[in-house]
Nanobody, 124 residues
Framework: QVQLIESGGGLVQAGGSLRLSCAAS????????VGWFRQPPGKEREFVAS????????DYATSVKGRFTISRNLGKNTVDLQMNSLEPEDTAVYYC?????????????????WGQGTQVTVSS
């Protein structure tokens, strides 16, 4: 069992930045794929970004491309999501997800483990 712990959420004004971090309790992310998803109020969960830990390949939702960056922190064994130029539409609970199969996909069904989520609120 892999426990994922997200951190870094909060309240920020439009145009500001936040950095989210996802850590795995009790193991490394080696050979895993890690994704970030979000669920805006009253909406379904949606893909944000993903990374293959071994190769470092990344993928982004169109809505965040150019503003968000997903990356590996090898020293801390975390997957981070740097969010810049935040917009009120980015307000959501953000979830970290991981798959031991190593293939980063955009569907939430491709991930076995999920964190509890962290709230990101962007005020206008």
């Amino acid at each position: 069992q892999v426990q994922l712990i997200e951190s870094g959420g909060g309240l920020v004004q439009a145009g500001g930045s936040l950095r989210l971090s996802c850590a795995a309790s009790g193991r490394t992310f080696s050979n895993y794929a890690v994704g970030w998803f979000r669920q805006p109020p009253g909406k379904e969960r949606e893909f944000v970004a993903s990374i293959n830990w071994s190769r470092g390949d990344t993928d982004y939702a169109t809505s965040v491309k150019g503003r968000f960056t997903i990356s590996r922190n090898l020293g801390k064994n975390t997957v981070d999501l740097q969010m810049n130029s935040l917009e009120p539409e980015d307000t959501a609970v953000y979830y970290c997800a991981a798959s031991p199969r190593g293939r980063a996909v955009t569907s939430s069904f491709g991930y076995d483990y999920w964190g509890q989520g962290t709230q990101v609120t962007v005020s206008s």
